[in-house]
Each structure stands twice: as structure tokens, then as C-alpha cells.
């Protein structure tokens, strides 16, 4: 039987007459080449996506009016036990792009959809409910990728994770790069990407690599904006904002998430807080939009190597009200550290948290894009969980293309074996992090002990499993993303005992 067929004798069929929905010669040719994806899961509800279009590499708009899409939520994947159906509307403003927000759902359910329009049905996805917060939970998982550069290598590690039976994907960004850097397969434009139709036509690109198709059909995405999702440099003229409205845009047109961006407009909603049963409260700030000034050590005193990315730190970075995620942000994150009982405290940062020094001939140099390059803000962070007594504070990051587990501490040269905090950051899916990079970061490394293991050489994501007593962080990597096909295993297991901060290796 087709999957047409499922939805004939199902809820869709049924309720159909019901919708009148109008048929134009727009919508008999709309068809999903993107698929479906799912995110933003709460206990009750979760965003359903898709877009319409003639196909992946033709951007034309198919309509000039709002399409009706039809979508149902099943139990089964078969879609015979129907739960919800509606309508969504996919508008071309958005680029024909649906955001279904579905309520009423049960907590910690597994639940399958799809999408009809003109008489063309989707692919059936699977998505999930978070359990409900507060309420009693033994063990969560969850996959953090990061980072995935389209010419640098395929995205197979995305395959990896088929069996995890993970609750979601927490995507700390960088999930379209807007800059070629050559590789196994090439941008489909010239870069960089300037207006709204370079960005739709990149995001169309990614969304063609199979294992990450495959990824979102699985399962429900929590996806976060890093550097190169829309570029955030200090450059505020006109069209620099422009250029970022593009950016969010396109991301939100291609993102099941579930709050849009004002049109035209160089800001972009995407803070998030969830609380998974009584196991975790989970924070995703955004580190990018409010962030104070990265240049302000460029003042001709100055020094930078390695591309410029380690940079000698100035007076200036020492600034005490000096802040990464802006002060709104701050008392927000202040506020969920401080009346938190969960048992696991998470803060999902784009970029490491940890303190990293690297000399470079007799002298200190940091990663200032990093929490190094915000030592005030946070020290606020460590001071608020140590004042506060937080249960079990984790950090999950990216951004450097490598794989780092650390005890943070509340200041860097502190005992290393009395940390704050324990961070991992996981490497990424197929960006490389490359050797003028990595190799000052590994020649660093005895002199930051607090610095458990550093892996700049492999791809692939991070699989956190988490129960009352213990954190369990798998670093699954993958043996090659040059070619497709590559195959994911776990490399390293690091935990984390509740009520000791610090990772050992299992
Ligand atoms: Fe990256």
C-alpha cells in the first residue's frame, strides 16, 4: 500500500471535506523536495516543517498566494490512529515555508506526521514530546551536533545516531556556512551569500545532504544560530543589517522552529529554557546577538595569529560589566540557576566556556570569540552557581570543530581539581578545524590541566545520557566524511557523578 493510501483510510481523508480546501494550479504543483522536520519539542506541543517548492534547486516562489496545507499527527506510522489535524498555511512571504505549532499532545510520546497538499503527501516523520517538567524521570538522552560545512565533508555522522533512540538533537549552530572553503563537494553560488535568495538557495543545498534528511524525519531538532548562520560581526551599517535579515530569515524559512523574525529585521528570537522532567533544566542562550564588541583589543596593540583567531587579550576584555549575552539574557539565565531543582543544570553555549591559555612566542594568547574573550560575564555565571548551590552544572558547546572535555573553575588558574563546572564540547559534524588551529591548541595543553582530553582530528556528535546519578557523555565519531558512507563509533564515554563536578573517563 502507498503512503497516500494510509492517509485515505486515515484522518486526513476524513476530515478533508470538512476543509474546503482551493485548489489552484500553484498547489497541484507544490510538492515537499525538503521533506519534513520537526522541533522545539515542549511536554505538549511541537513544531511540525516543511516547504513547498517545484524543487530543491528552484527558488521561484510557486504562488504569490498563501497555500493551505494539510497535516495530521498520528501514533502510529502508519497514520491510522490519528491525533490532531489541521491546516497550516504556507505563506510566501516565508517562502512558502509551514511552521505548524501542535498542542495537546501527551508528554514523552513518540508521535509520526506528515503533510498533504494538492494531492501530494510528504514522507511520514517521527517526532517527540519532552516528559513533562517537573514530574518524576529516571533517564533522558539526547545528540549535540554542531558545525556542519557542506564542501568540508558529508554529513553521515547524522546516521550514527538511527539506534541512539535519542529525544532530540540539540544543534548548536553553524549549520550552513556562508563561506566556501573548498573540499569533496562545492557551494552551489560564488560566496559570499549577500540577499535573501543566496541564503535560500544555501539553506536548500544543505537541506539535500541525505543523512541530515534522514535526521530530521527521525526526530525533533532543537536548533540554535552560531557565527556563520548569520554573520553577527561588530559591522552594524546598513548593509551588514540587511545582510543578517537575509540570514535569519532563510534560517527560520528552513528551521522547524517556532518563533518567526520580523521581516527586514536584523534580530532574531531564539532563546530557549526547557525543563525535562525533574532530571535537567536545560538553557540555550544566544551568544551571538547580544554580544559586546569582539574587536575591541584592535586598537593597534593588538596581536593575533592562526588567522587571526587567537588574539593577545587587552585591558579591555577585563571590562567587569563587559557581557556575552546581554544583560537580559543574563538575569534570565541568573533567575533558572537560581530556582532550579533539577538535579542537572545544562547550559548550551555556542562556543567553550572553558578557559583556555596558549603562549605564542613568550606570550598569552586566548580565543577571544570564546567565554575568554568575556571573563566578567562569566564569572558571574560560576559565581551565581556556586552562591546558589546549582545542582550538577553542565556545560554543552561547539564551534571548534573538536571534541574537549574540561573542569571549569571559577577562575582560570584555580585547583583544577575543584571545578565548577563540567563542559563538553563536542566536535563537529563535517567542519575542519585546521592544523594552524589545532596544533597551538594541543601544544597548550599541559599547561591547562583542567583540560581532560582535546581531539582536533575527528567528526562526529556527542550523545548525553542522563539518569538521577550519573551523566554519561558518549563522544561518537565517525571514520571518514569525505565520501558517503562513513560509519559512527563511540571513541570515548566521560561522566559525571551527581554531587561531584568534574569528568572521569568511563
Ligand atoms: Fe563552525
Redesign the pocket.
Known amino acids: 500500500m502507498k503512503r497516500r493510501d494510509f492517509l485515505v483510510g486515515a484522518g486526513l481523508a476524513l476530515a478533508a471535506p470538512a476543509l474546503a480546501i482551493r485548489k489552484t494550479a500553484a498547489q497541484a504543483a507544490a510538492a515537499f523536495p525538503f521533506s519534513v522536520a520537526s522541533g522545539d519539542p515542549t511536554a505538549n506541543a511541537v513544531v511540525l516543517w516543511t516547504r513547498l517548492a517545484r524543487a530543491v534547486d528552484d527558488p521561484t516562489p510557486i504562488s504569490a498566494q498563501p497555500i493551505e496545507v494539510e497535516w495530521v499527527v498520528a501514533s502510529d506510522e502508519l497514520l491510522s490512529d490519528v491525533v490532531r489535524t489541521g491546516i497550516g498555511l504556507a505563506r510566501p512571504e516565508y517562502g512558502h515555508s509551514v511552521h505548524v505549532d501542535v498542542d495537546g499532545l501527551q508528554p514523552d510520546r513518540s508521535y509520526f506526521y506528515a503533510f498533504r497538499v494538492g494531492g501530494e503527501m510528504s514522507p511520514v516523520g517521527r517526532t517527540r514530546t519532552l516528559p513533562a517538567a517537573g514530574a518524576s524521570h529516571q533517564r533522558f538522552r539526547f545528540n549535540v551536533v ?2 556542519q ?1 557542506w564542501e568540508n565533508g558529508y554529513f553521515d555522522a547524522y546516521d550514527g545516531m538511527a539506534d541512539d533512540d535519542a529525544s532530540f538533537v540539540l544543534h548548536l ?2 549549520y550552513i ?1 556562508e563561506v566556501g572553503r573548498g573540499g569533496v563537494r562545492a557551494h552551489e553560488t560564488k560566496d559570499p551569500l549577500v540577499t535573501l535568495e543566496d541564503y535560500r538557495r544555501r539553506h536548500a543545498l544543505y537541506k539535500t545532504d541525505a543523512a541530515l534528511r534522514r535526521a530530521h524525519e527521525r526526530m525533533p531538532f532543537m536548533v540554535t544560530l ?1 557565527n ?1 548562520d548569520a554573520l553577527t560581526e561588530d559591522s552594524a551599517d546598513d548593509a551588514a543589517l540587511a545582510r543578517r535579515a537575509a540570514a535569519y530569515q532563510a534560517w527560520y524559512e528552513f528551521q522547524p522552529v517556532r518563533h518567526a523574525p520580523p521581516l527586514q529585521a536584523p534580530t532574531m528570537p531564539i532563546l530557549r529554557g526547557l525543563d525535562i522532567g525533574d532530571l535537567m533544566r536545560l538553557s540555550i542562550p544566544d551568544t551571538r546577538q547580544f554580544r559586546e564588541s569582539e574587536s575591541l583589543c584592535a586598537d593597534g596593540s593588538d596581536k593575533k595569529f592562526a588567522f587571526g583567531v587567537f588574539q593577545k587579550p587587552c585591558a579591555a576584555i577585563e571590562e567587569p560589566g563587559r557581557s556575552m549575552l546581554g544583560r537580559a539574557q543574563e538575569n534570565w539565565l541568573d533567575v533558572r540557576l537560581a530556582t532550579s531543582s533539577a538535579r542537572w543544570n545544562v547550559m548550551a553555549s555556542t562556543v567553550m566556556m572553558t578557559p583556555f591559555d596558549m603562549d605564542h612566542d613568550g606570550e598569552l594568547y586566548r580565543y577571544l570569540q570564546s567565554w575568554d574573550g568575556y571573563p566578567a560575564a562569566r564569572g558571574r555565571i560560576l559565581d551565581r552557581i556556586t552562591g546558589s548551590g546549582v545542582a550538577n552544572p553542565v556545560c554543552i558547546a ?2 571548534i ?1 573538536s571534541s574537549m572535555v574540561s573542569n571549569v573553575m571559577r577562575r582560570p588558574g584555580d585547583d583544577p581539581k575543584k571545578p565548577v563546572m563540567t563542559e563538553f564540547v563536542g566536535t ?1 559534524i563535517s ?1 575542519l578545524w585546521p592544523e594552524p588551529l589545532a596544533k597551538p591548541m594541543h601544544d597548550a595543553l599541559p599547561d591547562n590541566p583542567h583540560v581532560r582530553h582535546f581531539d582536533s582530528q575527528k567528526r562526529g556528535y556527542v550523545r548525553c545520557t542522563v539518569t538521577g546519578d550519573l551523566w554519561t557523555t558518549d563522544l561518537r565519531t565517525i571514520d571518514y566524511t569525505d565520501r558517503v558512507g562513513g560509519k559512527v563509533t563511540t571513541d570515548r564515554s566521560f561522566v559525571v557523578e551527581n554531587g561531584q563536578a568534574g569528568a572521569k573517563e568511563a
Open positions: 554542531s558545525c560545512h549552530g553553524d556556512y552560531d556563520h561547539g564551534d570543530h563537529s567542519s
